[in-house]
DNA sequence: TCATTTTTGATACGGCTTATCAATTTCAAC
DNA sequence: GTTGAAATTGATAAGCCGTATCAAAAATGA
C-alpha cells in the first residue's frame, strides 16, 4: 500500500467524477505534493525536473489548479507568487508569515473566527471565506 | 485655505525631506485622491483625463505610491488590481468586501488585533503588518 | 486493437505594474 | 527673470506570473 494511498484515492474519485483521466503526471506530481506544506509552481517545476525533465510548467499549474478543485489543495497568494497549500490532512486554518527568512507557520484560533463573524453579522454581511495573514519577524531572524 | 490644505501640507513635507519637486500633477492628483475612500490607478486615470488629458498612467502609479510613502495612501490587493486606501485621516482597520457587488466596508476591532498579537507571541513572531479581509455578501445582495 | 476523448508540453498571450529614456518642468542660485 | 542642475513626466517597452492555444501523445474502455 503506497503512502499517499488516501489521498490518491480521494484524486481519483473527484477525476472519475468529472471525465478525467488518471496519469503519470498526475501522480508523479500528488506524490512530490503530499511532501510539502506549502509550495510554488515553480518551485515544484524544479523539484521535478529531477524525476522528469521534460514534465512542462504549464502541467504543474494545472495539475495543482485540480487539486485545488479535488480539495486537497489550496491556493494562498501570499507574496507575489501563489502558495499551494497541502489541506489534505488539515482542516481551516491561517498564516503567520516571517518577512525576513520565509517561514509559514499555520494556526487556528476560535475566538478570532468568532470576532470576524460577529463584525460581519454587525455590518449586515454573511462571511464566505476570509484571509487573515499576520506578517512580521520569527524569533531566528529577531536577533 | 484650500480644501486639503492639511494633507498637502504633509505632502509637502515629504516632498521637502526627500529632495523631490511639487509639481502640477501630483497637486491634481491629491486632489482627486483625497476624495475617495479606495480607488485604482486605472480609475483614477479615467477620472482625471477630463481635467488633463495627457495624464500618463505611469504618472498616477508614481504619484499614489509616492503618498504610500508620505503615509497618505495605502496599497491594498484586494482583487486583481490594487486599491489605494486613503488613510489620511483614518487609523489602521480592515475591511469587509461584497463578492456580489464589489462594495467594500471598513472596521476596527481591537479584539482581533489583541489575539493576532497573542498568536503571534505565542509563535515567537514580532508582527510587522497584517491583512485580515472578510468576503462574503452584504446585505443587499444576499436577498 | 481501435476509436474517442483527454492530457501534455512548448510557447504565445494577457493583465497589471514598473523600468527606460528623451523631453519638459521645477527651483534654487545668481 | 535667467540660468542650469536635478527631478519629473509621458509614451511605451519590458517583466512577472499565470492561463490559453494547439498539435502531438497518452489514456480509457468497447
Ligand atoms: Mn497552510
Ligand atoms: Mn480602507
Ligand atoms: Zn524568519
Ligand atoms: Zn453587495
Redesign the pocket.
Given at each position: 500500500m503506497s503512502k499517499h494511498a488516501k489521498e490518491m484515492g480521494v484524486l481519483k474519485d473527484h477525476?472519475g467524477k468529472h471525465?478525467?483521466?488518471?496519469?503519470?503526471?498526475?501522480e508523479l506530481i500528488l506524490d512530490a505534493f503530499l511532501k510539502q506544506e506549502h509550495i510554488?509552481?515553480?518551485e515544484m517545476y524544479h523539484q521535478l525536473a529531477r524525476k522528469?525533465p521534460?514534465?512542462?510548467?504549464?502541467?504543474i499549474?494545472?495539475?495543482l489548479?485540480l487539486f485545488c478543485e479535488a480539495g486537497l489543495a489550496q491556493a494562498r497568494?501570499f507574496g507575489?507568487?501563489?502558495q499551494y497549500d497541502n489541506i489534505s490532512h488539515k482542516g481551516h486554518h491561517d498564516h503567520l508569515i516571517c518577512t525576513g527568512c520565509g517561514k509559514i507557520v499555520e494556526f487556528e484560533n476560535c475566538d478570532i473566527e468568532r470576532l470576524q463573524e460577529e463584525v460581519a453579522s454587525r455590518n449586515g454581511f454573511t462571511i464566505q471565506t476570509h484571509r487573515l495573514e499576520l506578517y512580521g519577524l520569527c524569533s531566528r531572524c529577531r536577533h
Open positions: 477525476l471525465q478525467l483521466k488518471f496519469t503519470r503526471q498526475r510554488t509552481a515553480e522528469d521534460h514534465l512542462g510548467l504549464a502541467t499549474y494545472r495539475t489548479n497568494h507575489t507568487q501563489t
